[in-house]
């Protein structure tokens, strides 16, 4: 069974900063893209950011200069460094992962119980 855990959620200050982390275990035969999606109070799940296993990056235009998205593939796991972090960041914090657990297999997409991320003016 495969399982993604994150960390590193919690209450900040606006301005303040936290890293998040999230490690895959399991049948892993490869790992694809990870990378990060949030749920505000009230608002649709959004995209963050993701990552290749080659390092290539995407993320979300508001949190550019901001946020950076990291992986170290012999650890299994993303991070998200979260810096000048404001209200409207307080969320849910989700990772992803694709995943293919044989050779023959073909990429699943999994995800993270969350981590909330509450930012105080």
């Known amino acids: 069974q495969v399982q993604l855990v994150e960390s590193g959620g919690g209450l900040v200050q606006a301005g303040g900063s936290l890293r998040l982390s999230c490690t895959a275990s399991?049948?892993?035969?490869?790992?694809?893209?990870m990378g990060w999606c949030r749920r505000a109070p009230g608002k649709q799940r959004e995209f963050i950011a993701n990552?290749?296993?080659?390092?290539?990056?995407k993320y979300l235009d508001s949190v550019k200069g901001r946020f950076t998205i990291s992986r170290d593939n012999d650890k299994n796991t993303v991070y998200l460094q979260m810096n000048s972090l404001q209200p409207e960041d307080t969320a849910v914090y989700y990772c992803?992962?694709?995943?293919?657990?044989?050779?023959?297999?073909?990429?699943?997409?999994?995800w993270g119980q969350g981590t909330l991320v509450t930012v105080s003016s």
């Open positions: 992803h992962a694709d995943m293919k657990e044989s050779w023959f297999s073909t990429y699943q997409e999994h």
């Open positions: 399991g049948s892993i035969f490869n790992l694809g893209v």
């Open positions: 990552i290749t296993s080659f390092g290539s990056a």
